[in-house]
């Protein structure tokens, strides 16, 4: 056994759908824009070719109970997304076979520091401050499916009961399998990697206290509360 110098962190996990054993998460890759319509909402050509962030494992909690209004931003904003969770290895994937490596997907919010992605933005800095913070993404139970059951369905959030996102996986500029493709095309996609896949329009600010409830057709739904800050 290792000798570590101390004790190893926790090994970052999400729930199953109807399972008692937890997914174990390696690396949290996200598509930076995938709706056309939130392309445009940013101002940005929603021909671009997808680009990927990261978030660090442990930042992803329970989307359930409260989550914590994060420090250093008075504009924190909700993405609700699908996510795609990873089981299998795979490099340099093609689209046709990019499905094999899917253990499941599920419901997740791409909690974002929009303030300081518009700073980095116009520094041209990293946008990390703005995307990796502690809990930055409440995922729901992942639901395990072997073949893409998102392609047309309905993604949707709500704040206090007030409809924000809905928006449909149909109109994702980039596919799943081609998110996979394309994932694995840079790294070796590994057992325990997550997807997130970019976001619908409609994206705005929480507050304190707000009542977060978001869903995607044929996978589920997530509630959750953001915390009074310290
Ligand atoms: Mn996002």
């Given at each position: 056994m290792t000798d570590f110098a101390f004790s190893p962190p926790p090994q970052a996990s999400l729930a199953i759908a109807d399972s008692a054993q937890r997914f174990p998460i390696r690396r949290v890759f996200c598509v930076g824009r995938n709706y056309a319509a939130h392309a445009r909402e940013m101002g940005?050509?929603?021909r671009d070719p997808p680009f990927f962030f990261m978030k660090p494992a442990d930042a992803v909690v329970d989307a359930a109970g409260e989550i914590p209004y994060p420090p250093l931003?008075?504009?924190?904003?909700h993405e609700v997304e699908l996510v795609i969770a990873i089981d299998k290895a795979g490099r340099d994937v093609a689209p046709e076979n990019a499905l094999d490596l899917m253990f499941g997907c599920a419901v997740g919010i791409d909690l974002t520091r929009r303030d300081l992605q518009d700073v980095a933005k116009k520094a041209a800095r990293p946008w990390e401050w703005a995307k990796a913070f502690d809990a930055s993404a409440p995922i729901g139970a992942i639901v395990p499916t072997s073949h893409d059951r998102t392609g047309n369905g309905l993604i949707w959030l709500s704040v206090n009961g007030k409809m924000r996102q809905?928006?449909?996986l149909g109109d994702m500029i980039w596919n799943v399998?081609?998110?996979i493709a394309a994932a694995s095309r840079?790294?070796?996609l590994a057992p325990g990697d997550l997807i997130m896949t970019g976001t619908p329009a409609g994206v705005g600010a929480l507050?304190?206290?707000?009542r977060v409830e978001a869903g995607i057709d044929g996978i589920g739904t997530i509630a959750f509360s953001i915390a009074p800050r310290d």
């Amino acid at each position: 056994m290792t000798d570590f110098a101390f004790s190893p962190p926790p090994q970052a996990s999400l729930a199953i759908a109807d399972s008692a054993q937890r997914f174990p998460i390696r690396r949290v890759f996200c598509v930076g824009r995938n709706y056309a319509a939130h392309a445009r909402e940013m101002g940005n050509d929603e021909r671009d070719p997808p680009f990927f962030f990261m978030k660090p494992a442990d930042a992803v909690v329970d989307a359930a109970g409260e989550i914590p209004y994060p420090p250093l931003t008075q504009d924190l904003h909700h993405e609700v997304e699908l996510v795609i969770a990873i089981d299998k290895a795979g490099r340099d994937v093609a689209p046709e076979n990019a499905l094999d490596l899917m253990f499941g997907c599920a419901v997740g919010i791409d909690l974002t520091r929009r303030d300081l992605q518009d700073v980095a933005k116009k520094a041209a800095r990293p946008w990390e401050w703005a995307k990796a913070f502690d809990a930055s993404a409440p995922i729901g139970a992942i639901v395990p499916t072997s073949h893409d059951r998102t392609g047309n369905g309905l993604i949707w959030l709500s704040v206090n009961g007030k409809m924000r996102q809905e928006g449909n996986l149909g109109d994702m500029i980039w596919n799943v399998a081609e998110i996979i493709a394309a994932a694995s095309r840079s790294v070796a996609l590994a057992p325990g990697d997550l997807i997130m896949t970019g976001t619908p329009a409609g994206v705005g600010a929480l507050q304190p206290g707000d009542r977060v409830e978001a869903g995607i057709d044929g996978i589920g739904t997530i509630a959750f509360s953001i915390a009074p800050r310290d």
